[in-house]
């Protein structure tokens, strides 16, 4: 089964839009946590435990392992971990690579087979060939930078090419050029709901991961009315610090929990 | 002392524009590194002992490290055993990062101090603050993708803005905007020999990093024609496969430093 086939089997499974970001920071870890020196993986662990009930998918961010010894070690088995504790539900690295042909040929086997991902973010600036070694693995998910959720999406993302700015014309090129196989996914930032109107006037139904919300002050009301489908699905709303921070103490797990919890029934309020 | 100034007096100590890229794909490597459980490292560091007396930079990409387990622990001695032996010679990491603040942040600790690269290769693509947390390392350099070798580089890069191509206003944007502590470098492809031109024109003395020579089919008189600076350097024109599999047997060191001297001689005469 494809990861586009498995996110909609899970969006129907758990009645969640909630998309569960696991970005560790250990400066941020509960005491418990201290001299523990499988922390990354221990503490992601736990919320990925505990927050499992409420998510339609898992999206590690490659980064916060990455800037460690050994990080990618505790990445591999906390995919692991959920892809065997929780085979429905889909998980996004969330790496934004790029790169030509025999490269980006590498990063693929890093994503979904060293790491064992469904799908990985990307960055399109490169263009097609750079995107075609990702399309290829057609049971895999390719989820493309779009209109990104930081201030500086605006400064070249929003720059006008014949009239419309140039996030337009990636959507427009990934959902008519790019997406032969059906295996293509678009990050598309909550803080700018009226972008995210538009993207989905332009790609049809094609998932949507949405950064932005809590923290970055992306408003869950409009992110659900401007951007879900006309099933009422279609969107992968991330959360991360809101979730895994929840409390900064020994109650941890619960609270991110709760978090979720709450959060994936405010986003279904407005379905 | 920066990256830009290492780099400046690399090239004048030197008397070289080559950067030796160091993309290891073990299906190429000799028979000798045949069942050797740390053939990346001791291919790669083979390369270099046999190079650096050609060498401006060292370019390591780092998903030719990251599709094996362990890879990274090869990239992190690698590059600890160029800043050794070769502490005058600058190595950018190439890696085409590219993320939000508290994200690029992770990032720049993992190229700058995990794997003690002197420069990372960046996505312009999600702007001025996904940019800053690598600007402020202002020791370090970063080196932006512009124009791109690959034939997809017309896809966005291309697209007209005001009646100039987008990678006209990324190299704008970043000499004027971004570079601010001096310690910018932006990739043109060499298979782009006129857009090089114009790119040089923009950016005054700034670094190019010039990947497609040789199997991407780039001339070397056309780029180091139009991409130097008044004073012959301004370029690290990379090669990879044809220094690294110059020879496919036991030659294979030797056979790398004959290619990466005739190229350096070949880039000389049209200085």
Redesign the interface.
Known sequence: MGFIEKLRDRWQASDSLLCVGL?P?PAKFPDVFVDDDDALFGFCRDIVDATAEYACAFKP?I??F????DG??AL?RLIAHINGAYPDIPVILDA?????????E??A??AF??FGADAVTL?????????APFLQRNDRGCVF?CH??????????E????GAP?YQ??AR?IASEWNGDGNCALVVGATFPEELKIIRGIVGDMPLLI?GIGAQGGDVEATVRNGKTANGTGLMINSSRGILYASGGAGYADAAADAAKTLRDEINRHR
Chains 1, 2 share one sequence.
Do not use: C, W
Not at 66 to 69: F, G, K, L, T
Not at 97 to 102: E, F, H, S
């Open positions: 970005d920071d961010q980064a916060y990455a800037a460690h010894n990618e070690a591999q934004k690579r790029g790169d030509i042909g025999n490269t980006a590498q990063y086997v890093e087979d060293r960055n399109p600036y490169m263009g097609r060939d750079s995107a930078l990104t959720s930081n201030p500086g999406a605006r400064d070249f993302q720059l006008l090419v014949d140039l014309h990636v090129t950064p």
